[in-house]
């Protein structure tokens, strides 16, 4: 009880800015980990922290300015696994903190495939190799497709300067980047819900990248004739499930494209 009243107690301190998630480090140390007492009370300190202010980026904060660098190490040493992670706090009823680990262990391999596959295009080498790259990264950290098309689509792409175009050669650029692009991109596009992803992370690029705003119809096609993304993919993403920056530009802009998708499937089933 008192052990409790004291992790209460840090972890109001800790939401407060009064103390640093500093003074939790000490809890990584074999001693106190092996018999799940750190993990006991680090438990009780994250679900404090979290009923002052439910945000998991108020969370994340107070924990890298703590230098907590992975909450794995509060468990026993033979528990250092993701499995283990989501059992103790999906029964202590965290199950937010699961997510949170889970998302900065992609962020953290997505880093540094990203950072590896810009190398490999510096350098030339083929999309083979790449994907084998991915694929073996793939296999290693378990990655889903829906966060490697976003990974393999912001590395290949960084290496294109579309300033390099006047107005009159950008979509002939952009079709020839996105294609190149396609190659490495297919392997990994075999399910709806990552082609939907990929639209995405598409959308999103574009709407950061205004120059090559209204060449995004294009990209769509070229993805759709190198099979990274299916016509239901596309109309699915047109009807429900594009993002909202730009939203209506894109959403109109892919309409040509979305109807003549629409009216190729109406075909198919008269003639069936």
């Known amino acids: 009880a008192k052990r409790d009243k004291l992790a209460i107690a840090t972890g109001l301190l800790i939401s407060q800015q009064l103390a640093s998630a500093s003074c939790l480090i000490n ?26 202010d439910p945000s998991m980026e108020a969370f994340s904060g107070h924990l890298k300015k703590g230098g907590i660098k992975d909450i794995l190490l509060f468990f026993p040493p033979t528990k250092h696994d993701i499995k283990h992670l989501e059992t103790h706090f999906k029964a202590a ?27 490999m295009v510096e350098a030339t080498e083929s999309a083979d190799s790449m994907i084998e790259y991915i694929k073996e990264s793939q296999t290693e950290n378990n990655l889903p497709e829906t966060e490697l098309v976003q990974c393999i689509w912001s590395a290949l792409v960084a290496s294109v300067d579309w300033s390099i175009a006047r107005p009159d050669q950008i979509d002939a650029m952009v079709m020839k980047e996105t294609k190149r692009i396609s190659a490495v991109l297919a392997p990994f596009c075999s399910g709806g819900k990552t082609q939907v992803a990929l639209l ?57 494209l979305v109807k003549y998708l629409q009216q190729q499937e109406d075909d198919s089933e008269e003639e069936e």
């Not at 759709?224 to 429900?240: G, H, L, T």
């Open 27 to 52: 809890l990584q140390k074999d001693q106190l980990t092996k018999d799940d007492t750190s993990l006991n009370i680090v438990t009780v300190v994250f679900r404090t922290i979290l009923s002052q």
């Open 93 to 119: 009823g965290l199950p937010q903190v699961v997510d949170f680990y889970i998302k900065r262990q992609y962020a953290i391999i997505k880093e540094t495939m990203t950072k590896h596959l810009k190398e």
């Open 200 to 256: 995405n992370v598409v959308q999103v690029y574009c709407y950061e990248n205004t120059k090559i705003m209204k060449s995004f119809p294009s990209i769509l096609k070229v993805l759709y004739n190198e099979d990274c993304v299916s016509d239901q993919a596309i109309i699915y993403w047109y009807q429900k499930g594009s993002k909202p920056q730009g939203r209506q530009h894109f959403l109109q802009a892919a309409e040509p």
